[in-house]
């Protein structure tokens, strides 16, 4: 398919509409996380016919190229620890190969309502405390820090494999959390591992031919576009403007799993 010939295959607004949505979820991700929740919506509303593998296949070609970016350019102006980074990459990855194994033994849908739960508890508690990641509020033993980033990619991990939705954003609130990050720093870590996650799942959607390059190509430029400024204003910004990205994201969170527990139930 020429890539001109998506606009009169698929509508020329259907495409305008998936490039601006994939801009803005590029946006959301590089701030937070979290942009999968508006992207994969709009491809299935946008492309009902086409199969779910596919969209999969559409939306990770685009996250990963938007998330890479967002990843260069924290990496000018934050230090990592690429140990750490490489720890809690590498238990993530088990985690989420783990947690789509258990897919096919235990229905997620079980699992929907502690989830959401979960997710209100994190929205009180951090609108609550106002000063949650806005300064490094920990100092640990450099061992310690390694445990507890085994431990953030195992419990986030193994959701991202079994669920999926926000997974950004559970890992910037691990690292706030239990590593004492500030929200910029915590941000800047997690789109690190995204791009190995996402990159591992992208080689077998890959592998499969689930995925359709032209319009994969549009909606990554637009990500790309939406990560760049995303991640230069979390930059400038601070992370008092993290904070608020962060609580909509979490926001919407409980509105999706809501839904999918009081309604779809």
């Known amino acids: 398919m020429h890539l001109l010939n998506i606009f009169t295959d698929y509508g020329f607004i259907v495409i305008i509409a998936i490039i601006l949505f994939a801009f803005v979820a590029g946006f959301i991700d590089a701030v937070v996380g979290g942009g999968g929740l508006i992207q994969l919506p709009v491809l299935l509303i946008s492309f009902p016919k086409l199969p779910i593998p596919t969209l999969f296949g559409i939306t990770k070609i685009a996250s990963l190229s938007g998330t890479s970016m967002a990843a260069y350019h924290y990496s000018k102006r934050i230090k990592f620890n690429y140990k750490l980074l490489f720890i809690t990459a590498l238990f ?80 910037v609130l691990g690292f706030v959390l239990i590593i004492g990050f500030e929200f910029v720093e915590a941000s800047a870590y997690s789109k690190i591992i995204n791009c190995v996650t996402n990159f591992s799942a992208l080689i077998i959607f890959i592998k499969q031919g689930n995925y359709i390059l032209e319009i994969a190509v549009l909606m990554a430029v637009a990500n790309m576009s939406g990560n760049i400024v995303g991640a230069k204003m979390a930059l400038k910004k601070g992370n008092g403007f993290v904070r608020i990205i962060f609580l909509i994201i979490v926001s919407i969170m409980i509105v999706r799993y809501a839904y999918d527990v009081f309604v779809k139930f």
Do not use: M, R
């Open 92 to 171: 993530a990855a088990i985690a989420s190969y783990s947690g789509a194994k258990t897919v096919s033994l235990i229905n997620p849908n079980t699992l929907k309502p502690l989830v959401l739960v979960i997710l209100v508890v994190i929205a009180l508690y951090t609108f609550f405390k106002k000063d949650l990641g806005a300064t490094k509020t920990k100092h640990l033993a450099i061992n310690k820090q390694y445990l507890y980033g085994a431990l953030i990619g195992l419990i986030v991990g193994f959701y991202d494999g079994f669920f999926g939705p926000g997974t950004g954003s559970f890992l």
